[in-house]
């Protein structure tokens, strides 16, 4: 057989392959997404507009308790944040689990920075009627957190930084 046959061949082979992969990552890809949306679906999420655009968040717990609003990692959002709560605390407390600018039914604003993250936060605390609240700020939350705190100190009652990320400068 000549060397061109064969290499004719090896690449007809080697299309195949990747043609079976990219239809195999396709279907596992759609019954994955689909899984996801059925794991969000189960935490019951509220949504409220702010200046920012939509925000969608948890609440669980006592509606009297201690409000405690806590600003997830890069990993998920109102769903990660409501796990995170509920094994942090019982449900003497009103539990306050919001998505992040750009997680799951939150918009993305064209300056999605901690400071502006920040004053969407407060805005959330004012459609829920809440005067005052703790912050745990855990992972990529925590740069968001603290700007709570520097921006409204009168509207946080403390901030726990929980393996929180903090903003530095690169020095060069």
Avoid at 98 to 116: A, D, K, L, Q, V
Wanted: proline share 6%.
């Amino acid at each position: 057989m000549c060397l061109a046959k064969m290499w004719k061949k090896a690449l007809a082979v080697f299309i195949l392959v990747i043609a079976v992969f990219v239809v195999f990552s396709a279907v596992n890809y759609r019954r994955d997404m689909k899984h996801a949306h059925e794991l969000l679906a189960a935490f019951d999420a509220e949504t409220t507009d702010t200046s920012f655009g939509e925000m969608s968040f948890v609440q669980s717990g006592s509606v009297e308790g201690e409000p405690v609003i806590l600003v997830h990692g890069i990993f998920g959002g109102y769903d990660q944040a409501s796990v995170s709560l509920n094994s942090l605390l019982s449900d003497d407390y009103r539990k306050i689990a919001p998505s992040r600018f750009g997680y799951p039914g939150t918009t993305r604003p064209e300056e999605p920075t901690p400071e502006n993250q920040a004053d969407q936060f407060i805005e959330l605390m004012d459609a829920l009627g809440v005067e005052r609240a703790y912050f745990i700020g855990t992972s990529a939350g925590g740069p968001a957190t603290y700007q709570v705190a520097l921006r409204h100190p009168s509207r946080v009652k403390g901030i726990v930084p929980l393996s929180a990320d903090a903003p530095y400068e690169k020095k060069s």
